[in-house]
């Protein structure tokens, strides 16, 4: 195990997240506010911390997969560590704990909270709570892969650690090529995001939340009714850009260099859409009765469908109160989240796919013995290796989500809120049902649940098996 | 630069180790999944895997953004049909190996028909290198022009030499040969002399010749090149098919030990003028029988690396001058390297070299006329290559009435495969191709090497 070279990238990661404080900084400058100190106390430590590390490149540059995997899950505790300093400096969020699950929510683009007055904060801390899911969306690691020079080897074994999805895409040859057309894509989408609220007549300071939060897939909201108060044309372009947030960036990649018919052939894509669009008809049909037109169902129904498939958690009205069917496709949803290689959690549409056509793939070999067929997905051949590890994340996961359960128990609240509260975390979604539902927070998990939650968030935005590494022994024994 | 390189055998690994570290855009190509994972995980490339010749594959690769293409995978056909069909489709420049010595032949014709950048045959690759080896056995740093028509060779001035207080104006006629010393490193300095530059001990020269006046000059001058004079080689493969070749051409007597006793027919049959002797290479008593002691060099050419190492190790203190053991397998050279085997050849690294400098040159001539570009003397001075083109302006005026830079100098004009040292009556003519060796860098045409006004 190199230390020397993941101490060295965890330096790097806190010379970045020093200059991702600078917004914050000068959002308390325009409003005047005093909290504001806080954010340049945490940003000169994260600072001279990061220079002092980064000073020197290490002499042995040996990067390997368990050096990828171990900085890169080391890399979003330290950041979510040094994220959360400033709401204990500023005393907004006085207790640590607390601070952490916020930080670790915003990162990890969950958007759970556990405060129950979210105006009570600062402008500086809502604009920080907001951006660091603008960070975590697409990544640190990725952020940093785009501008360090770093040896090729130790791009791609950090690529591959922190990506969403069964298997690494590149778009190009260079991975710091990559890492700069998706920041490209990501920043592009938006900034049209923010036009389009301005249009809408949004706030500056609450279009910009708003779209850090779409973007990054997050879905902490500004008002403590979250996007309740906002007109149906403001809800409509958060919909729109929720939805387009969970597709793979590939597909826009695709697009941007013309080659629209493999932005078309994505199957996940196509899976993704179809699914969003069946639940809204269902969903639609079944709360009927609760919105005056046809027009406000449909919105109401897609605007929910659209928050929790993205994973972002937004709300626009409280679910909750929804009849049981409903209720039952986003629940559903929560587990099928969004594209991989987007921003968004869950179990990814593609592993979904992969699934099912390995269930094709079995009743097929019962049927026929001795037939061979290669599963395919946008027209390649899925590799083995793929397949195994989509079996193997599908059994990893469905375990964790239930020990998980299994320890939120000795809360003794309710079956559904300790099931959904799980659910949001582990995907990145945010609102749970009951007591975790959107009009709701999480300052009722107290003690062992609350850490066990901020551990699955973690888990979920890293997709296991990062975290499993760093968990595991054999990792550390030299 | 986009590069593709097709194959990831050990030389399309090695190449893509290389290509990657020197910040070009790599996609790899491979008919096996697990290869293509491997590389793409070790390495910051892109992995597809397919069949490189399919139209389809290539296309995924983007190669209409590509400006080269490398196929180097085990079979010849398959390499030449990668480069034809990319070609089509993309319009780059293509690198081809091509093993098989039957078309080694016709070599020419398919490059110009295919319309294939390069061709790098890797025995006769490693047979030149090995040949080169042992024709100056001396350390003399050889560069190659003009497809092996002109050579640069840079030599240091050994003390009490007969250049020293020479002229260097008076080299040619002294020594009757053709040639043009164009460097002079002298305590550190780098320059390139006029006519009346005086040779001094300890200089280091770097001259341009063709190879036949280059022996000829050494001999004249007395330095001692060592040429080998009589060559053992174990093994009768490819590499000792070009090789023996070379040798014999060069005067050398050869003597092969192989195994097979059909393939010492065959080589019989193609080399009367050599000795061919049917056994076992590893059995001593066979070696001493051949006289190893009274040989020259010893060169070791099985297909086991091993066999050869062990060879060259018990032929070490046996032999006169040389001793070369060819290695295969890459993955060891510190070790090779250090048990002190005289000379050791890996043909996979020739070939990657190979590439290497074409791709470099290639990347060097961006935008620019330069045919080929070379850095000899360690980087300091640049050799580049122009074909003179039709339009221009200084086409048949001699060289003496031209205003060339400072540091510049014409060193060679080769005129439909004739070779000319030029002196200052020399005019340049269309289709000519011309090397111009110069201190000043980032020469784009053959109009830069005038002075600016």
Redesign the interface.
């Known amino acids: 195990m190199n230390y020397s070279m993941i101490v060295y990238i965890l330096g790097w990661v806190l010379n970045i997240e020093g200059l991702f404080l600078i917004p914050p900084c000068i959002v308390a400058l325009i409003y005047g506010e005093k909290s504001g100190s806080a954010y340049l106390i945490t940003m000169v430590v994260c600072l001279s911390l990061g220079l002092l590390v980064t000073r020197k490149k290490p002499h042995n540059t040996s990067f390997f ?1 368990r050096e990828g995997f171990t900085s890169v899950s080391l890399s979003w505790i330290v950041l979510s560590i040094f994220g959360a300093m400033p709401f204990v400096i500023s005393g907004e969020i006085p207790h640590f704990s607390d601070a952490l699950f916020e930080t670790i929510s915003g990162f990890t683009t969950t958007g759970a909270s556990v405060l129950s007055d979210v105006e009570a904060l600062s402008h500086c801390s809502l604009f920080w709570r907001s951006f660091t899911h603008w960070i975590g969306g697409m990544g640190v690691l990725v952020f940093i892969l785009a501008v360090l020079p770093l040896r ?2 130790t ?3 950090l690529m ?1 650690a922190e990506s969403p999805g069964p298997s690494v895409s ?1 778009l ?6 990559t890492a700069m057309i998706l920041y490209g894509i990501y920043v592009t989408i938006t900034v049209l995001e923010v036009i389009f609220l301005l249009v809408g007549g949004m706030p500056l300071f609450d279009a910009l939340t708003i779209s850090f939060g779409t973007a990054g897939t997050g879905g902490f909201a500004i008002k403590n009714d979250s996007m309740a108060g906002y007109s149906t044309y403001l809800q409509g372009v958060v919909t729109v850009f929720m939805i387009l947030c969970g597709i793979n960036f590939n597909a826009y990649f695709f697009i941007i260099s013309r080659r629209f018919k493999n932005a078309f052939r994505m199957e996940e894509v196509r899976a993704y859409l179809l699914i969003i669009l069946a639940s809204i008809a269902v969903i639609a049909f079944n709360i009927r009765d609760m919105f005056p037109s046809i027009f406000q169902t449909v919105h109401q129904a897609a605007f929910q469908v659209g928050s929790i498939i993205t994973t972002t958690g937004y709300a626009t009205t409280d679910f909750n109160i929804w009849p049981e069917m409903s209720k039952t496709i986003l629940i559903a949803l929560m587990f099928v989240g969004a594209c991989a290689g987007s921003t968004g959690g869950g179990i990814k549409v593609s592993r979904l796919v992969i699934l099912v056509k390995t269930i094709k793939k079995e009743i097929l070999g019962i049927i026929h013995p001795r037939s061979i067929k290669k599963i395919k997905m946008d027209g ?1 051949p899925i ?1 083995h ?1 793929v397949m195994r590890s989509t079996n193997v994340f599908f059994i990893a996961y469905m375990m964790i989500f239930a020990a998980s359960v299994l320890l939120l128990c000795i809360n003794e609240f309710d079956f559904t809120t300790n099931f959904t509260a799980v659910a949001a975390t582990l995907n990145n979604i945010g609102p749970g049902m009951e007591l975790v539902g959107p009009t709701h927070n999480f300052s009722i998990y107290r003690g062992l649940p609350k850490y066990v939650l901020m551990a699955d968030m973690l888990i979920g935005r890293l997709e296991i098996f990062p975290v499993l590494v760093l968990l595991s022994y054999r990792t550390w024994k030299r | 630069m986009q590069i593709i390189i097709v194959g990831c055998g050990k030389v399309g690994t090695a190449l893509t180790a290389q290509l990657c570290n020197e910040q070009h855009n790599i996609t790899v190509i491979d008919s096996d999944s697990a290869v293509v994972n491997a590389i793409s995980t070790t390495y910051d490339v892109l992995g597809i895997t397919g069949n490189g010749s399919s139209y389809n594959t290539l296309i995924e690769a983007d190669i209409e953004q590509t400006d080269i293409l490398i196929a180097v995978t085990t079979s010849d056909e398959m390499n030449l049909l990668c480069c034809v069909i990319a070609k089509k489709a993309g319009n780059c420049k293509t690198i081809a190996r091509v093993r098989n010595p039957v078309f080694n032949q016709e070599l020419d014709f398919i490059r110009k028909e295919l319309a294939i950048s390069l061709i790098i045959n890797p025995e006769l690759a490693a047979s030149v290198e090995i040949a080169r080896l042992l024709r100056f056995p001396n350390a003399i740093e050889i560069d190659t022009f003009a497809k092996g028509r002109v050579e640069i060779l840079s030599f240091k001035v050994p003390e009490n030499s007969a250049l020293a207080g020479l002229a260097l104006w008076e080299l040619s006629s002294r020594f009757r040969c053709d040639m043009l010393v164009c460097a002079v490193e002298r305590a550190g300095e780098l320059l390139i002399p006029s006519g009346n530059y005086t040779i001094e001990e300890g200089d280091m020269l770097s001259m341009i010749a063709t190879p036949q006046n280059a022996n000829n000059f050494f001999k004249h001058i007395g330095i001692h090149t060592n040429q080998v004079k009589t060559v053992m080689i174990i093994g009768g493969g490819g590499i000792t098919y070009y090789l023996t070749q070379q040798l014999l051409a060069m005067g050398m007597s050869v003597k092969i030990i192989e195994k097979n006793k059909e393939r010492c027919e065959e080589l019989s049959d193609l080399f009367p003028r050599a000795t061919i002797i049917h056994g076992d290479g590893s059995d001593s008593n066979v070696l001493f029988e051949e006289q190893i002691e009274d040989s020259d060099a010893f060169v070791t050419l099985t297909d086991i690396d091993e066999e050869n190492i062990m060879l060259s190790l018990f032929a070490m203190d046996k032999v006169r001058t040389k001793v070369v053991t060819k290695v295969n397998r890459v993955n060891f050279s510190a070790v090779i390297h250090s048990l002190n085997l005289d000379s050791v050849i890996y043909p996979k690294h020739i070939t990657a070299e190979l590439i290497l400098s074409y791709v470099r040159a290639t990347q060097n001539s961006i935008g620019s006329n330069v045919e080929t570009l070379y850095k000899i003397m360690d980087e300091k001075v640049e050799a580049l290559e122009f074909i003179i083109q039709p339009t221009l302006r200084i086409i048949n005026t001699p060289l003496r009435q031209l205003q060339l830079k400072e540091n510049l100098l014409v060193a060679c004009i080769n005129r439909k495969g004739r070779i000319i040292i030029p002196g200052g009556d020399d005019c340049f003519m269309i289709g000519d191709t011309v090397i111009v060796v110069t201190t000043v860098s980032g020469l784009q045409d053959i109009n830069d090497i005038l002075k600016d006004r």
């Open positions: 997969s090729g080897g791009r791609v074994y591959r590149k190009v040859p260079k991975l710091k090529s390649h590799e290796e």
